[in-house]
């Protein structure tokens, strides 16, 4: 396999670029647990926490208010969809979801984000074969994690959570954020390399008929990847580059 006879490389930010998966995942957890919390003490419910298994399952890759109603659902929980602006104290799916991202920028302002390994060595191996790069990520903080991970500058194009907003572009799993990424860099989908680390993110990869669809994750992972679409699946791009 070599990823260098495509066109361009399409990365993920968290969890394949960043370290900043980890913090998404926390937040997730912190913003979780305390709704279910507060629902079962109201209830007089047993608590049933979030783990790491739901944040795989129907949070991770997918934009923020998606992974609230999409876990909710799971659940069998419904809430009013109040409206962007929503307060983050609020009990609706915009409310829920802007709490997670307050949570979300306030880890990332304590812990920082550091480029994961064989990151920058990918994307400048790639840029000096001529080839064309772009992050494709959920998050309305891509632009943050870039600056704080000092990989600003460094990609040809970024289509995130506020590019899809204002295109009104559906959110992975569904395509549309990797073809628009592609559209920008002026690829065909079948010349560009999709790399991403969650479930949603491999099946949209796989969805728009992309050249190659790597996943990135640990083993216990792999093969959920695999399942959803991804061609290969690597612990890093650290293990890409050397492959």
């Not at 992974?67 to 929503?86: H, K, M, N, T, Y």
């Amino acid at each position: 396999m070599s990823i260098f006879k495509y066109d361009a490389l399409l990365f993920d930010l968290d969890g394949v670029l960043t370290s900043t998966g980890v913090l998404h995942e926390t937040a997730w957890k912190l913003m979780f647990d305390e709704f279910l919390t507060d629902r079962a003490e109201e209830g007089g419910l047993p608590l049933v926490p979030f783990e790491r298994d739901d944040y795989l399952r129907y949070v991770d890759g997918r934009p923020r208010f998606d992974g609230v109603r999409v876990f909710l659902a799971s659940r069998g929980i419904q809430l009013p969809e109040g409206d962007v602006s929503s307060e983050p104290s609020l009990e609706s799916i915009a409310g829920l979801g802007n709490r997670k991202n307050q949570l979300f920028n306030e880890l990332l302002a304590s812990r920082g984000a550091d480029p994961l390994p064989g990151a920058v060595e990918v994307v400048r191996s790639a840029k000096a074969q001529g080839m064309k790069t772009a992050v494709v990520s959920s998050s309305a903080n891509a632009e943050q994690v870039l600056a704080a991970a000092g990989l600003t500058g460094l990609f040809d194009v970024v289509v995130d959570g506020l590019v899809a907003r204002r295109l009104e572009l559906a959110g992975k799993p569904e395509p549309d954020t990797f073809l628009e990424a592609a559209r920008q860099l002026e690829v065909t989908p079948n010349r560009a390399v999709v790399f991403e680390d969650a479930l949603a993110g491999v099946a949209a990869g796989r969805a728009g008929r992309f050249g190659l669809v790597i996943g990135i994750g640990p083993s216990e992972n792999e093969q959920r990847l695999l399942d959803r679409g991804a061609d290969q699946v690597f612990a890093s791009l650290a293990e890409v580059l050397s492959d």
